[in-house]
Nanobody, 131 residues
């Protein structure tokens, strides 16, 4: 079993920044897909960014068009933690942010962005962008 715990959410003004963390524990895999999703009130969960870890390199990193140039995903192998650096935040970024992991290597954007099928999910962290 894999446990994912997100942290780092909060209230920020438009144009501000936040860094979300997703700490993984429990069973580990030599290769996997990791993704960040978000869900705003009354809306479906949507893909934000994800990558495939092949065991040697981070491959196949994809960003949603809405966050390209503003959000950056990174990982710290030693801490088993994935980060989501969010800059130039906008009110429309307000949502609960979830990290997800799956043993399946989702090497295309089409497969990576599908929330269904990800085996492991965190509990989510609220991000509110408001003045």
């Amino acid at each position: 079993q894999v446990q994912l715990v997100e942290s780092g959410g909060g209230l920020v003004q438009p144009g501000g920044s936040l860094r979300l963390s997703c700490a993984a524990s429990g069973r580990t895999f030599s290769s996997y897909t990791m993704g960040w999703f978000r869900q705003a009130p009354g809306k479906e969960r949507e893909f934000v960014v994800g990558f495939v870890w092949s065991g040697a390199n981070t491959d196949y990193t994809y960003y949603a068009d809405s966050v390209k140039g503003r959000f950056t995903i990174s990982r710290d192998n030693a801490k088993n933690t994935v980060y989501l650096q969010m800059n130039d935040l906008k009110p429309e970024d307000t949502a609960v942010y979830y990290c997800a992991a799956d043993k399946t290597l989702r090497t295309t954007l089409r497969t990576m962005r599908k929330s269904g099928g990800y085996e492991y999910w965190g509990q989510g962290t609220q991000v509110t962008v408001s003045s």
